[in-house]
């Protein structure tokens, strides 16, 4: 059982619409998550990161955790195409070891 | 303020040689990690250097090695190349040591085996 699920989509929404993406967790301990967006080709790009309960507000993106439902959500306002990439989930259970999610593509369409 | 440093970007090497691969983090930053991304398996953890000490280690064989320098520097070394180590190779460089310290990735290093 892989530790950090993500849907791989792909994920598609119409530009201007809001993007909501999703990532379970199995670590019960886990304490820290971190969302990255991957465009194709390049490195992972750190989105922002949350480690108590509730919602955290950066611009357009908005993180959202839930540690009784092991669950942790990244919303994107007002998606645009340039938004379009891999966005992936992960978990930070010691130390610097993150636990990465498979990622899921996200398709933004004018 | 310069970001993580990886070289070479891409190298292609021949099965059963040995390879060194080198992240520069960004300065300040005393923790280096590194991982290997493939399709089939995504990004997984390989090791993490703090302060020049091995902190934490990933399910890798013991042909993949590292260390860090005194400058922060750190070296990643994979010895007798398999053709399924073909990957891109990833460095993040964090601030401190601990679960809430954010971790900023390198351009990665690709690495082909043939």
């Known amino acids: 059982q892989k530790e950090v699920e993500q849907n791989s989509g792909p994920l598609s929404v119409p530009e201007g619409a809001i993007a909501s993406l999703n990532c379970t967790y199995s670590?019960?301990?886990?304490?820290?998550f971190f969302w990255y967006r991957q465009y194709s080709g390049k490195s992972p790009e750190l989105i922002m990161f949350i480690y108590s309960n509730g919602d955290k507000e950066d611009g357009r993106f908005t993180a959202q955790l839930n540690k009784a439902s092991q669950y942790v959500s990244l919303l994107i306002r007002d998606s645009q195409p340039s938004d379009s990439a891999t966005y992936l989930c992960?978990?930070?259970?010691?130390?610097?070891?993150?636990?990465f999610g498979g990622g899921t593509r996200l398709m933004v369409k004018p | 303020k310069a970001g993580v440093t990886q070289t070479p970007r891409y190298l292609i090497k021949t099965r059963g040689q040995q390879v060194t691969l080198s992240c520069s983090p960004i300065?300040?930053?005393?923790?280096v990690s590194w991982y290997q991304q493939t399709p089939g398996q995504g990004l997984q953890f390989l090791f993490e250097?703090?302060?020049?000490?091995?902190?934490n280690k990933g399910n890798f064989p013991g042909r993949f090695s590292g260390r860090q320098f005194s400058n922060s520097r750190s070296e990643m070394n994979v010895s007798t190349l398999e053709l399924g180590d073909s990957a891109l190779y990833l460095c993040?460089?964090?601030?401190?040591?601990?679960?809430?310290?954010?971790?900023?990735f390198g351009q990665g290093t690709r690495l082909t085996v043939v």
């Open positions: 300065s300040g930053h005393r923790s």
């Open positions: 993040a460089s964090s601030l401190g040591h601990g679960v809430n310290t954010e971790a900023f």
């Open positions: 250097y703090f302060s020049e000490t091995q902190r």
């Open positions: 670590d019960r301990g886990s304490q820290s």
């Open positions: 992960a978990v930070n259970n010691a130390g610097n070891m993150l636990t």
